[in-house]
């Protein structure tokens, strides 16, 4: 095998294509072993089985083989694996993205399994709106076959279980997390303009050109933590219990970054008598944000496009903020200094900034050995956060995993807080929580 690999190209060509799986692997290993740049002949010249699903391609080594042979090989089937489960996820994610925004996973959960019938594809999708039953049918069975529905094959109907109903249908459930799909198509959309970032082409976009799709997935993703855990658990925390009092009594505060205002609603109403500004600079999130203050009717929210006002000048009503605070912000800022300096000019002597931020492990060693979310937060911030930080030139571009402790709490001290405590709360484990005073 080792001669075969020796061969110049033509010859490895039409020697390697006689062979049989896996030595044929076994040939382009070698060869990639001896230098070679052969290995892309994989992708070229793949057998009838590339049409099949991936996992029906993974060979094991023959049992004469090199043990390094027979290492790369194992190699290679891991990965093959791996990649196989990436691909599965991916199309599961789309799928879950048509269950949350065609109502589908709602409308299945309203029966709990053995409280009625069971639904059929006919039967769900005249109640889901009237869908097309033939797609709702092939949509139920890629369901079952991904586990996230259950299937009875004696009575031919499918459901929703009261976990996956959490998990998948109620939106103000702690554990929700179809908003997720949502995000995804956030990143897939965002691909074309990255592509001419990654070339140089131009600045990386900004949170405007990302839409309503990303305003809509933070909104329903964040607004589930910030009623019940943020408010609840993080609030009485801080200051031991002093800004919680402050804000049953009154107080003037601001919500940076607040996208839709969707969690900044949420806080004025545990608080009526409190008055909440909240600041936004991207136009689809200032619009959400207008749009869901009218329709609701609450009075003590203001929004405030910090494009115009910038943080910097105040409280629109003069005075100073008694509380400031940032959910999921600063790793997405160009500028995250001058932010800090922003907020350190409008604080009441006795105010209190609460900045809650991804939780990091440190660099970039640390969080590919040790955060188990790291392959989708550097996804993620490839795609959105990032690029929102390089959206400047000279912008500062942490990232999502770019603002660990050993950053946070040193930028925070050079730009005027001198009193800085940081925690993590177990029902917001994602999140790094920071107390900031003058």
Same mark, same amino acid.
């Given at each position: ?103 589908? +996973? ?109 305003? !809509? ?40 970054? =607040? ?17 909440? +500004? ?71 002597? !006795? ?31 490839? =795609? ?55």
């Amino acid at each position: 095998m080792a001669n075969i690999a020796l061969h110049t190209r033509p010859c490895f060509c039409a020697a390697t294509m006689t062979l049989k799986p896996p030595w044929r692997d076994v040939a382009l290993i070698a060869a990639g072993a001896a230098g070679g740049a052969l290995l892309t002949l994989l992708a070229r010249r793949e057998r009838k089985e590339a049409l099949c699903w991936p996992t029906a391609r993974v060979e094991a080594a023959p049992p004469d083989a090199p043990p390094a042979v027979q290492d790369a090989l194992a190699k290679k089937a891991a990965m093959q694996q791996q990649m196989t489960s990436h691909l599965r996820g991916a199309v599961v994610m789309a799928m879950v993205y048509l269950g949350d925004q065609l109502g589908l +996973y709602k409308t299945l959960s309203s029966e709990r399994p053995g409280r009625g019938p069971g639904w059929t594809a006919s039967r769900l999708a005249k109640a889901a709106g009237n869908l097309s039953p033939r797609l709702v049918q092939e949509w139920l069975s890629q369901q079952a076959a991904a586990g996230l529905v259950d299937f009875n094959e004696t009575a031919q109907t499918f459901s929703l279980t009261a976990h996956g109903a959490l998990l998948l249908a109620e939106n103000l459930s702690g554990s929700f997390m179809a908003p997720y799909a949502t995000l995804m198509l956030a990143c897939y959309k965002r691909l074309p303009s990255m592509m001419q970032a990654f070339r140089g082409g131009c600045l990386a976009p900004t949170y405007d050109e990302a839409g309503e799709d990303l305003a !809509d997935a933070m909104a329903r993703l964040h607004v589930p933590e910030v009623k019940f855990f943020f408010i609840p658990k993080v609030i009485p925390e801080v200051q031991n219990g002093a800004l919680l009092k402050r804000l049953q009594e009154g107080a003037i505060c601001a919500d940076v970054g =607040c996208s839709g205002a969707d969690c900044t609603l949420e806080l004025a109403q545990a608080f009526p008598k409190s008055k909440f +500004y909240a600041y936004e600079v991207a136009e689809p999130a200032l619009e959400r944000a207008r749009d869901n203050i009218k329709r609701l009717g609450i009075a003590n929210v203001i929004v405030v496009d910090a494009k115009v006002q910038p943080l910097g000048s105040g409280p629109p009503d003069g005075g100073k903020f008694d509380f400031v605070m940032c959910y999921d912000v600063l790793h997405d800022l160009a500028e995250p200094e001058k932010m800090m300096q922003e907020v350190r000019d409008v604080l009441h002597p !006795d105010g209190v900034w609460v900045v809650v931020d991804i939780a990091s492990e440190g660099d970039a060693q640390a969080n590919i050995k040790k955060h188990p979310g790291a392959a989708a937060y550097y996804g993620i911030s490839v =795609c959105l956060c990032l690029p929102s930080g390089l959206s400047v030139e000279g912008g500062r571009g942490l990232g999502t995993l770019g603002f660990p402790v050993d950053v946070a709490e040193p930028m925070f001290r050079s730009n005027g807080f001198s009193k800085v405590r940081n925690f993590r709360m177990p029902t917001l484990e994602k999140n790094q929580v920071y107390e900031l005073q003058l």
